[in-house]
């Protein structure tokens, strides 16, 4: 039989067992091992290559002999090795809403003090911060002549802050509700997408919902519906809805002393006297009930408290810092760890018993034979001479140790994250050695 027929007969039989087959001398090319990810099956990977023991005699054309076999597998492969949970630096986007009407005028000072305090509170904490105001005073009135939109630039930002200055009152109730909805509004132009928003309303009178109406007419508005949709709207669009929180701080009738300045505070839905009615606290506790229904109640925001547990009233850093810093504060993220399964060991077994081995691998062996896009590693003589004939059940064993791409730019080749080893089961048919 002439040679080349004989060797399309033997290639055959590898491909009949779903093994491929190729010249010893030809590990080019199509023949090069390619790896996906995951690892596929045994099949896809791997390589066999016979070696042909030739001899001539008399002129004559010997039967080829297949005594040798090299076997060729993965060196390395990219994939995700593992995770890791970190804390990074929470972006977060925070709006002040603030009232700034005359009857604010005992307060502002405190107030002003408070928001300035917190927000260096917040950038000695390390959080990537962006902050802004609306300030506002009755509905009819603009806001936006009062706003500053949300930005890094804090030496703006406290330089606007200490600007303000409390002025006009056309009626009690002041546009607290408009306000909160304006600075959610402005999030949808203005945020960073992936940043957590918060907005902090600080109000001494509850009321208008933005109505144009509402010189003409300065009834208190109950409705705290448009601010709850307006949110729960904006919040339904954010990767999560407990990115998104919204706090307050008003005064408490039972709390605070019942003056012209306060007045408003005391007011019910129709404008009367009722320290018992629909007070500031009640309508914001309203909103917090409607707003985001599928995020726990703890995680939606709530008053700004004291130390005893009260509504803070007026607004002071403590109050702020005590209260916000550890809502906002840095959130542990779980991420990927990208890295390498890297072979370290290579053996040869036969019923059991091993037959050939590849002792001398090692990480960077491995590593350098990925970089260099050939990724293949071999076992040269995988079957002893003189063994038995015919068809041979053999596995090959591969021990693998995953490791990160942090280590493996490091050098640390062996610092295994996780390890696993594989086996692979393979057929060969040997003929009878040369004599």
Same mark, same amino acid.
């Given at each position: 039989m002439h040679k080349s027929n004989r060797l399309a007969m033997v290639l055959g039989v590898f491909a009949a067992t779903g093994i491929v087959a190729c010249n010893a001398t030809g590990l080019k090319g199509s023949n090069r091992v390619v790896m996906t990810e995951p690892l596929p099956s #045994?099949?896809?990977?791997?390589?066999?290559?016979?070696?042909?023991?030739?001899?001539?005699?008399?002129?004559?054309?010997?039967?080829?002999?297949?005594?040798?076999?090299?076997i060729?597998?993965?060196?390395?492969?990219?994939r995700?090795?593992?995770?890791?949970?970190?804390?990074?630096?929470?972006?977060?986007?925070?709006?002040?809403?603030?009232?700034?009407?005359?009857?604010?005028?005992?307060?502002?000072?405190?107030?002003?003090?408070?928001?300035?305090?917190?927000?260096?509170?917040?950038?000695?904490? =390390?959080?990537? &911060?962006?902050?802004?105001?609306? =300030?506002?005073?009755?509905?009819?009135?603009?806001?936006?002549?009062?706003?500053?939109?949300?930005? /890094? /630039?804090?030496?703006?930002?406290?330089?606007?802050?200490?600007?303000?200055?409390?002025?006009?009152?056309?009626?009690?109730?002041? #546009?607290a509700i408009y306000g909160a909805r304006?600075?959610?509004?402005?999030?949808?132009?203005?945020?960073?997408?992936?940043?957590?928003?918060a907005i902090v309303l600080i109000t001494d009178v509850v009321g208008h919902n933005g109505s144009q109406d509402a010189g003409g007419n300065p009834q208190r508005d109950c409705s705290v519906l448009a601010l709850a949709n307006e949110i729960n709207s904006y919040a339904a669009g954010l990767p999560?809805?407990?990115?998104?929180?919204?706090?307050?701080?008003?005064?408490?009738?039972?709390?605070?002393?019942?003056?012209?300045?306060?007045?408003?505070?005391?007011?019910?839905?129709?404008?009367?006297?009722?320290?018992?009615?629909?007070t500031a606290v009640r309508q914001m506790e309203d909103v917090i009930s409607q707003i985001l229904p599928a995020v726990?109640?703890?995680?939606?925001?709530?008053?700004?408290?004291?130390?005893?547990?009260?509504?803070?009233?007026?607004?002071?850093?403590?109050?702020?810092?005590?209260?916000?810093?550890?809502?906002?504060?840095? /959130?542990?993220?779980?991420?990927d760890v990208l890295g390498s399964c890297v072979?370290?060991?290579?053996?040869?077994?036969?019923?059991?018993?091993?037959?050939?081995?590849?002792?001398?691998?090692?990480?960077?062996?491995? &590593?350098?034979s990925l970089e260099s896009g050939d990724n293949t590693l071999n076992v040269s003589d995988a079957i002893p001479r003189g063994g038995p004939t015919g068809t041979r059940k053999l596995e090959l064993i591969v021990d693998r140790c995953c490791v990160s791409a942090e280590d493996l730019r490091a050098g640390r080749v062996d610092t295994c994250r996780s390890s696993f080893r594989q086996t692979i089961p393979f057929i060969v048919e040997v003929t009878a050695p040369k004599a």
């Amino acid at each position: 039989m002439h040679k080349s027929n004989r060797l399309a007969m033997v290639l055959g039989v590898f491909a009949a067992t779903g093994i491929v087959a190729c010249n010893a001398t030809g590990l080019k090319g199509s023949n090069r091992v390619v790896m996906t990810e995951p690892l596929p099956s #045994a099949k896809d990977y791997t390589l066999i290559a016979m070696g042909m023991d030739e001899a001539l005699d008399g002129g004559q054309v010997q039967m080829a002999t297949i005594d040798r076999l090299k076997i060729v597998f993965q060196a390395a492969d990219r994939r995700i090795v593992g995770t890791d949970t970190s804390v990074v630096r929470q972006a977060v986007d925070l709006y002040f809403a603030l009232d700034t009407t005359a009857s604010m005028t005992e307060e502002m000072q405190a107030v002003k003090g408070g928001i300035t305090d917190l927000v260096s509170a917040l950038r000695r904490s =390390g959080l990537d &911060l962006n902050v802004g105001l609306v =300030g506002f005073v009755d509905s009819f009135a603009s806001v936006d002549a009062r706003t500053f939109r949300l930005s /890094n /630039n804090f030496t703006g930002f406290k330089s606007f802050v200490s600007s303000i200055q409390p002025q006009g009152n056309d009626d009690y109730p002041e #546009a607290a509700i408009y306000g909160a909805r304006r600075a959610v509004q402005l999030f949808k132009s203005g945020s960073r997408q992936g940043a957590f928003k918060a907005i902090v309303l600080i109000t001494d009178v509850v009321g208008h919902n933005g109505s144009q109406d509402a010189g003409g007419n300065p009834q208190r508005d109950c409705s705290v519906l448009a601010l709850a949709n307006e949110i729960n709207s904006y919040a339904a669009g954010l990767p999560r809805p407990d990115d998104f929180k919204f706090f307050y701080t008003v005064p408490d009738p039972k709390r605070v002393t019942f003056n012209n300045e306060n007045y408003g505070a005391f007011l019910n839905c129709q404008s009367k006297e009722d320290p018992n009615g629909y007070t500031a606290v009640r309508q914001m506790e309203d909103v917090i009930s409607q707003i985001l229904p599928a995020v726990n109640v703890a995680q939606r925001g709530g008053a700004l408290r004291d130390g005893a547990g009260n509504v803070a009233w007026p607004l002071t850093q403590n109050n702020l810092v005590s209260t916000l810093v550890p809502m906002l504060q840095d /959130n542990p993220v779980v991420k990927d760890v990208l890295g390498s399964c890297v072979a370290n060991r290579a053996e040869i077994f036969e019923n059991g018993a091993r037959i050939s081995s590849l002792d001398s691998i090692t990480g960077a062996v491995a &590593l350098k034979s990925l970089e260099s896009g050939d990724n293949t590693l071999n076992v040269s003589d995988a079957i002893p001479r003189g063994g038995p004939t015919g068809t041979r059940k053999l596995e090959l064993i591969v021990d693998r140790c995953c490791v990160s791409a942090e280590d493996l730019r490091a050098g640390r080749v062996d610092t295994c994250r996780s390890s696993f080893r594989q086996t692979i089961p393979f057929i060969v048919e040997v003929t009878a050695p040369k004599a």
